[in-house]
């Protein structure tokens, strides 16, 4: 069953390229307690940067090689699909 955010919509995962550089250091394990109060979850390949929009601010982590398969995985068994943008929205990304 996928994960759902407090809106009852299906919480997803999205590769994005740009950065913005915002949200509070968090360190991951922080991020993964705090998954079930997500809205959305946006993952930065490039930089290996994880952010977590949760209610009143965001989480980010600039993870290391292992930690970041390690929390792809965590994402894969809670039901979290990571998806990426379709070509014409990453024009806009």
Not at 30 to 49: G, I, Q, S, W
Not at 87 to 92: C, G, P
């Amino acid at each position: 069953m996928q994960a759902k955010t407090s809106r009852g919509k299906p919480l997803l995962a999205v590769e994005r390229r740009r950065d913005a550089g915002y949200g509070t250091d968090a360190p991951l394990r922080m991020l993964r307690d705090n998954l079930k109060y997500a809205e959305r979850v946006e993952l930065f390949p490039h930089t290996r940067v994880v952010l977590l929009d949760i209610p009143h601010g965001e989480l980010r982590h600039r993870c290391s090689e292992e930690e970041w398969s390690e929390f792809a995985t965590f994402l894969s068994d809670n039901h979290v699909p990571i998806t990426k943008p379709k070509w014409w929205q990453k024009l806009w990304l």
